[in-house]
């Protein structure tokens, strides 16, 4: 059974840091690419970045890029969502999400999902 469980998530004020955490267990890590979506009230989902597993390189949306850095270690299943320079725009529910291919990754149609950590940015 496939679980990504996510973490670090939290009440932060504009321009301060999180970390989110994703670690997942009962699939082939290293084989996976990664990405972390976000789904604010009455929005609809949508994509902040992703790590391609086949060649390391990242994809981030244009609102974050700059700011969020997304990272992986193989070691620990775990991939990582560096966010600074919070604004409140950034206040979401933040979804880590596996496929192995980075292509459907970015197209939200991935095959594993975690449930989501609360990320809230106070002006």
């Known amino acids: 059974q496939v679980q990504l469980v996510e973490s670090g998530g939290g009440l932060v004020q504009a321009g301060g840091s999180l970390r989110l955490s994703c670690t997942t267990s009962?699939?082939?890590?290293?084989?996976?690419?990664m990405g972390w979506f976000r789904q604010a009230p009455w929005k609809e989902r949508e994509f902040v970045a992703a790590f391609d597993w086949t060649d390391g390189d990242t994809y981030y949306a244009d609102s974050v890029k700059g700011r969020f850095t997304v990272s992986r270690d193989n070691a620990k299943n775990t991939v990582y969502l560096q966010m600074n320079s919070l604004k409140p725009e950034d206040t979401a529910v933040y979804y880590c999400?596996?496929?192995?291919?980075?292509?459907?990754?970015?197209?939200?149609?991935?095959?594993?999902w975690g449930q989501g950590t609360q990320v809230t940015v106070s002006s």
């Open positions: 009962g699939l082939t890590f290293r084989r996976y690419a």
């Open positions: 999400a596996a496929d192995r291919s980075v292509s459907d990754l970015y197209r939200d149609v991935a095959d594993y």
